[in-house]
């Protein structure tokens, strides 16, 4: 079964977890502009940041097959830093209209506090401007109210809710989410979020029709391998195929491909020109490696004594 | 930058966009031309894929010949509309109190993988190239091969432009990351005695680890052939494969070193084709 990821923040992630993540089945990934463990202090490094997932990060996954896009915008753990949040906003709309950009995002509230709320808001209004989709991050504390505001002024700013993923649902929001008509996503992240297994059980009670199942791997102890361990599990646990397909590939799919810059033929039949540019599935590398190896061979053993 | 060159990118364009399409390029051009800020540029070049999406630019045989009259090398094959479209906008910006060479730089550090072999690939279109130089420098540096190769292939900017050490580099990364030479243009105007010596090292790295060794290097090493070089290409011509093999006969027969005439003396058939040009660099592609 093809995968997608729709939140993998693979900058922090290493070629062994690409490589696994292929072998899985993920032919594509979002990478969310975010926090990277600790707070920029200066403009520039979020620039360098914002320059790397649209550019060399793309390129890093194309090594393995794997197709890479990303969303952007200001996150809301940064957003308290005001002088570093006013830098960023004026290079937003620089980077947003890049090719591969399939929302803005993920923006929303950490601590809800007055200066995340203002860069929200102006990011809502950005993102209907250039007719992109909206990646939600629901905060981790005061998680039920801070999901709830988050659609609120997302209602406020009247964005079309077919228009918003909220990310990071539980068994405590995922009715209101879907009952409001967004997107809701479940980030498969040991120990925090969500388990696979409480995945499943929210797939049987509430179906998959807005459901989009994401990862949320980072720098932090998770799973590359989220998505495809939820549709393995889902699939051993009797959810319909069908119902797995739409929660681990075609919602994600439908959400953000409403951005214009994520369609299927991406991976199924690149052009030409892309094949070149962007998508070297099989490209070789430094004095000819060939970075994709055998299915179900991992470099992560000590069996395998060469290096070559 | 060549007016003739922008011209015909411009025609060709034109000729392959719907009508609605190449008013939208049209207005674009005229609207940078009284507003060339930072802030209306990111947008038109953003917009640009959006509306003309990624179609080849089609250039008849006829173009082509043009093309690399207009600018001396100059090679549109493989552009997508939307990289014609994009240099079209950027070599046209009108003069501001920056220089281009700055607004360059900016660009490249916003860059999408796509917009970065874009502006390379540019490079012969824009205006004045030798400033663009330190520029360019950083994009060899790059980890992404496309990148690299927008400037190091099919572009006539570095034989023209590169002082000789970035020169050397360039062929020498180009081998390091598995990309072929033959594409670079001016690999033997520009071959010099340095990268000879270079390439001769980079095969004895290359034997003592037990890997093999790129047939293209000898082209870089026949010319200045001599001493050690004659040994090496002796070494290749007697083993190997039969395009290193073919490869070390181009070689000697470009070297100026008596021996390598001695040698070839073995090999009269292999003489024979190189002497009727039946065996070339381009032949053994």
């Known amino acids: 079964m093809m995968l997608i990821d729709p939140h993998a923040h693979m900058i922090s992630r290493t070629t062994d977890d690409y490589e696994a993540m292929a072998a899985s089945g993920v032919v594509a990934v979002i990478e969310p502009a975010f926090w990277i463990g600790q707070p920029r202090t200066n403009v520039g490094s979020y620039l360098d940041y914002l320059s790397s997932i649209v550019g060399f990060e793309r390129f890093r996954a194309s090594q393995f097959g794997i197709r890479h896009y990303c969303t952007i915008g200001l996150n809301s753990k940064e957003a308290n830093n005001e002088e570093l949040a006013e830098g960023v906003m004026e290079l937003i709309p620089r980077f947003a209209l890049k090719e591969g950009v399939v929302a803005i995002g993920e923006i929303g509230y950490d601590e809800q506090s007055p200066l995340e709320d203002k860069y929200y808001r102006l990011q809502l209004e950005l993102a209907k401007k250039l007719g992109l989709p909206v990646m939600i991050h629901t905060p981790h504390r005061d998680k039920k109210r801070g999901t709830t505001r988050s659609m609120d002024v997302c209602d406020e700013h009247g964005l079309d809710p077919t228009m918003v993923v909220v990310d990071h649902n539980n068994e405590e929001t995922v009715k209101e989410t879907l009952e409001r008509g ?30 989009i199942v994401d990862s949320a791997c980072d720098w932090g102890i998770s799973e590359p391998l989220g998505v495809a361990k939820t549709a393995k599990l889902a699939l051993q646990q009797g959810i319909a195929e069908e119902q797995v397909r739409l929660a681990c590939y075609q919602n994600a799919l439908d959400a953000y491909g409403q951005s214009g810059q994520m369609k299927e033929e991406d991976w199924l039949n690149p052009q030409a020109i892309d094949q070149r540019a962007v998508f070297e599935g099989n490209s070789i590398l430094r004095g000819g490696r060939e970075p994709r190896v055998e299915e179900g061979k991992s470099r992560r053993t000590m069996d395998d004594l060469i290096i070559e | 930058m060549s007016d003739a060159a922008r011209n015909l990118l411009r025609e060709c364009l034109q000729r392959q966009l719907d009508a609605q399409t190449g008013a939208w390029l049209e207005a674009q051009i005229a609207a940078l031309m009284q507003d060339p800020a930072d802030a209306a540029l990111d947008i038109v070049l953003g917009m640009i894929p959006r509306r003309l999406g990624k179609a080849q630019l089609a250039l008849s045989a006829a173009e082509l010949f043009a093309a690399g009259k207009s600018i001396e090398g100059w090679d549109p094959r493989g552009w997508s509309v939307t990289d014609a479209a994009r240099i079209l906008v950027l070599s046209g910006l009108p003069r501001t109190a920056i220089p281009f060479a700055q607004r360059f730089r900016v660009l490249c550090r916003s860059a999408d993988v796509a917009e970065l072999i874009t502006l390379y690939r540019g490079l012969p279109l824009y205006p004045d190239p030798t400033t663009l130089e330190e520029q360019v420098g ?19 900017y570095p034989k023209t432009y590169f002082e000789e050490h970035r020169w050397n580099h360039m062929v020498l990364k180009a081998l390091f990351i598995g990309s072929p030479l033959a594409p670079i243009q001016g690999l033997d105007q520009r071959a010099n005695p340095e990268l000879a010596r270079i390439m001769c090292d980079f095969a004895h790295e290359r034997w003592a680890a037990g890997r093999s060794v790129p047939f293209e290097i000898w082209r870089c090493v026949g010319p200045f052939a001599e001493g050690q070089a004659i040994d090496d290409l002796a070494r290749v011509l007697g083993s190997g494969e039969t395009i290193e093999r073919h490869a070390a006969a181009l070689a000697l027969a470009a070297s100026p070193d008596l021996r390598a005439a001695r040698l070839l003396q073995d090999f009269p058939a292999l003489t024979g084709d190189i002497f009727r040009d039946r065996l070339t660099w381009a032949t053994l592609q």
Request: aromatic share 12%; charged share 20%.
């Open chain 1, 182 to 211: 967004y997107w809701a996503g479940f980030s498969i992240y040991p120990s925090t979020k969500m388990g696979n297994a409480r995945m499943v059980e929210i797939l049987r009670q509430y179906g998959a029709k807005q459901v």
């Open chain 2, 138 to 156: 950083e994009g060899l540096r790059s980890n992404m091969r496309a990148v690299f190769e927008a400037i190091a292939h099919h572009n006539p």
